[in-house]
């Protein structure tokens, strides 16, 4: 088995479906962290995803224990569905994540001054082996990719 069929068949394994042969080429040859850019964008987009589609069963746990139990009620005596609940949530998650992942690129957001920005420091993700040891790559801009992976069928 080459190692393009074996990444091709790790990407089939996380659902790249007609994609992964794509993504795998792309480690393969030139030499990005196609795999791990793919697993975390995966990663993020269930967690985002389980907003909706868990939504009956956060919307009971909130009313029963939680921060903004009293929002979730009022949102239900209004004439909300746990449903409706579960698309907002989706698209505030869908949102933060779209975020989070664009300052990884790009920490500087002008919410500062300049010379103040300057002087801070970065950030960035690293890859890890499977033993959990550092590769020497790296995965940018990782917000670049965040829609194309969104679930097909999915809300939004």
């Known amino acids: 088995m080459t190692e393009l069929d074996r990444l091709t068949a790790l990407f089939d394994a996380l659902g790249a479906d007609a ?17 791990a850019r793919y697993r975390l964008l995966r990663t993020v987009w269930q967690d985002v995803e389980a907003w909706s589609t ?6 009971d746990a909130y009313r029963a224990d939680g921060a903004a139990a009293d929002a979730v009620d009022r949102a239900l005596a209004a004439g909300l569905a746990p449903d409706d609940l579960g698309t907002l949530a989706r698209e505030i998650a869908k949102e933060t994540a ?15 001054p300049a010379e103040v920005e300057a002087r801070l420091p970065g950030w960035r993700l690293a890859e890890l082996d499977a033993e959990g040891e550092p590769t020497g790559r790296h995965l940018d801009a990782l917000h670049e990719d965040f829609a194309e992976l969104e679930p097909k069928g999915a809300a939004g």
């Open 19 to 35: 994609d992964a042969r794509d993504w795998a080429e792309s480690e393969v040859e030139e030499g990005l962290p196609q795999l």
């Open 54 to 59: 868990a939504a009956p069963r956060w919307v």
């Open 98 to 112: 779209f975020g989070v992942l664009r300052a990884l690129a790009d920490p500087v957001d002008g919410s500062l």
